[in-house]
């Protein structure tokens, strides 16, 4: 492609005037072509992105695609709670992420899966290989991996339909009431409901991006549905222990509602908690954990429900807190 720069042009970097002139080119492709060698300026490789546009000039690209990325097999320690077939079901750690992405390429629990599974459901493609649901970086727990695209399929379902049971652990900042009745803040939040002898807090606040930050979400009544269940297990003078049940899937659902009630999780910054603590300094991470995994088996429809035991180190974060 051969390209003359305008009036309008003149001054603005290379990479941005390639990215407005050349379509459905984002600025990293531009980059990578910038870098291959395939751009020239007045017949003369340019290897500069920052390298400003001047009136007059010809510039030539040869635009290539990004050859597709794979995710890779890697040899990385897993838990695994249970595996036949069909399934597998990983404590997955905390600061483990679940699918290559943007900065991510490798060490993820995908490239794990593919080190120690015989085969992974094909369904989510290339870099999501067995995947049916997701965990947060720092979230540790238990989550299902589909092992052929059969089983993929009718996990999934579940998952849409709402007939998975999940249950997480958070500690969070300051003390909550067992029973919500006894924190009028907490029910402007939602309404008490009494299951198996406990008393939850049932909250349904929308959630969708934030305006100002996209990396995170905020609730807001033009968002999408969020229900959550949250009862406390026990509390210290700083801190409480919760658990939640979510049913819905939303996109930080538990940290978004904790941190609307008042109780951020701890060691979660973005959402409001405070980065480091008199008990245990900075966390290193946040501290949640999907405990509990409930869900029909994709081949014989029988209730299995997985519990994945927390870390020592979230363990050892909870003694300190005093929980």
């Not at 900065?103 to 993820?108: A, D, E, F, L, Y």
């Not at 939040?189 to 939850?200: F, I, L, R, S, T």
């Not at 910054?269 to 509990?292: F, M, Q």
């Amino acid at each position: 492609m051969r390209l003359a720069p305008g009036p309008e042009d003149v001054g603005t970097r290379l990479d941005r005037f390639l990215c407005s002139r050349v379509e459905s080119a984002t600025r990293s492709l531009v980059l990578q072509w910038i870098r291959s060698g395939n751009v020239r300026v007045d017949g003369s490789v340019e290897s500069k992105a920052a390298r400003k546009v001047r009136l007059g000039q010809s510039i030539e690209v040869e635009p290539t695609e990004r050859p597709p990325l794979r995710a890779e097999p890697e040899a990385i320690d897993l838990e695994v709670l249970y595996e036949d077939g069909d399934l597998a079901v990983i404590n997955k750690p905390s600061g483990m992420t679940v699918h290559a992405g943007a900065g991510t390429v490798s060490g993820t629990l995908v490239n794990a899966l593919l080190h120690r599974m015989e085969s992974l459901s094909g369904a989510p493609g290339q870099l999501r290989p067995g995947i049916v649901h997701r965990l947060d970086r720092f979230t540790s727990g238990a989550m299902v991996v589909a092992k052929h695209d059969r089983s993929h399929q009718r996990l999934q379902e579940q998952f849409q339909q709402r007939n998975v049971l999940k249950l997480y652990w958070a500690a969070v900042e300051r003390p909550m009431p067992e029973d919500p009745h006894d924190d009028p803040k907490l029910l402007r939040y939602g309404h008490p409901v009494k299951q198996d002898g406990a008393w939850w807090l049932r909250t349904q606040m929308p959630i969708r991006r934030d305006n100002h930050n996209r990396i995170k979400m905020a609730v807001a009544l033009s968002g999408r549905e969020a229900q959550s269940d949250v009862r406390c297990l026990r509390s210290s003078a700083r801190y409480s222990l919760v658990e939640v049940r979510i049913h819905t899937g939303r996109t930080h659902q538990v940290r978004v509602h904790l941190a609307a009630m008042g109780h951020p999780v701890v060691g979660d910054s973005l959402y409001g908690a405070r980065k480091t603590l008199p008990e245990i300094g900075t966390p290193g991470r946040y501290l949640l954990h999907a405990r509990v995994l409930e869900f029909d088996h994709p081949g014989n429809s029988e209730r299995m429900r997985h519990e994945a035991p927390p870390s020592s180190e979230f363990n050892a974060h909870l003694a300190l807190l005093g929980l």
